[in-house]
């Protein structure tokens, strides 16, 4: 079962348990991640539809959506049909190569993720705090340069973790205990000396979500100083109301992920079942909150869904 690559041992093909400790339940609990998947993929879509046909949304705050749905398509698909096969159809064995394939699109899309969540906490910094030179600061031409600086970022700081795994050689045990390829769950499976590469992944994932985090933390301090200027009334409870779902989705994102991240490296008594679900819902919660929070809770947005529904199309 074992090929040789560059003078390395790898597995053709690596077992994927699932979810260890509900082997019992997996079928049961398959049902609301594919409904939590099927309203994130169908909410994702109508946002990237209205967007790209209505051309008054074409200004920085949309623009950005349109990259964090586009993020979260790309997430949420990279992991999910393949947990459902293995929760439904008892379809655990992923190839190696389609294994390093997750491993590449789940970091790199989840930092990408970040940066446009901290790219959309500036957007919203200038439109409340410098109203008036919000669209000389933040022209089209900046957006995509922000949009690119992140895609970018998220792939040169994750590709080396599959070419360094690539050169590696792997141990006769083939078995994954998750619903997906990880970094670190893959990188256990090594023998050989995995220091380099746990250095280095934790090196991106604070140098990039350290970031990210002192940037949104800053720029919504900043958006909550200005709120609590407004006149007590409807548009401070209104604004207030905004920041805070903002705020959660962006919790809901860093929450599992630091703690699948920390678990797999210190978190040696967390119950696995536990670190899986949390594994599982870093990746499905935060694209299925997205749409709802960024968009249907936008004015313009939800007018058009409306108009969908009642009939007059988008």
Known sequence: MLASRNSSSHST??????????????????????????????????????????????EPMYLFLAMLATTDLIMSS?????????????????????????????????????????????????????????????????????????????????????????????????????????????????????????????????SVVGFDIIVISVSYVMILKAVLRLPPGEARLKAFGTCASHIGVILALYIPALFTFLTHRFGHHVPRVVHIMFANVYLLVPPMLNPIIYGVRTKQIRDRVIQGCCGKGF
Not at 25 to 49: D, E, K, R, S
Not at 82 to 111: G, N, P, R, T
């Open 13 to 58: 093909f690596f077992i994927l348990l699932g979810i260890p400790g509900l082997e019992n339940y997996q079928f049961w609990v398959a049902f609301p991640f594919c409904v939590m998947y099927i309203v994130a993929v169908t909410g994702n879509i109508i946002i990237l539809h209205i967007i790209r046909i209505d051309h008054t949304l074409h």
């Open 78 to 206: 990279s992991t999910q049909p393949k947990m459902l096969a293995i929760l439904w159809f008892h379809d655990h064995k992923i190839e190696y190569h389609a294994c390093l394939i997750q491993v590449f699109f789940i970091h790199a899309f989840s930092s990408v993720e970040s940066g446009v969540l901290m790219a959309m906490a500036l957007d919203r910094y200038v439109a409340i705090c410098f109203p008036l030179q919000h669209s000389s600061i933040l022209t089209t031409s900046v957006v995509i340069k922000l949009g690119a600086a992140v895609m970018v970022r998220g792939l040169l700081w994750v590709s080396p973790f599959c070419f360094m795994i690539s050169r590696m050689p792997f141990c006769p045990n083939k078995v994954i205990p998750q619903s997906y390829c990880e970094h670190m769950a893959v990188l256990k499976l090594v023998c050989a000396d995995t220091r380099v590469n746990r250095g280095y992944g934790l090196f991106v994932a604070f």
